[in-house]
């Protein structure tokens, strides 16, 4: 993530105005706490992403 948050700055300082992108993790139960620490990390270098916030839904009920 922090090669990547170089990069994207390194590109903004170059010119980059917008940026879509996808986080991917082996295990994608990593993936909102590592889109949160890439976005912070940005920010870190002067960027301004939104940082997502994460929403716990309660747990579904069975039916049996």
């Known amino acids: ?9 390194e590109w903004a300082d170059a010119g980059l ?5 996808f986080v991917h ?3 994608e139960r990593d993936c909102p706490e590592m889109t949160i ?4 990390a940005l920010r ?3 960027l301004s992403p939104k940082i997502p916030q994460l929403v716990v839904l ?3 009920g069975t039916l049996f």
């Open 1 to 9: 993530a922090e090669a990547w948050a170089d990069r994207l700055a």
């Open 17 to 21: 105005q917008r940026v879509y992108l």
């Open 25 to 27: 993790e082996p295990n």
């Open 37 to 40: 620490y890439f976005a912070k």
């Open 44 to 46: 870190q270098r002067g």
């Open 58 to 60: 309660p747990k579904q």
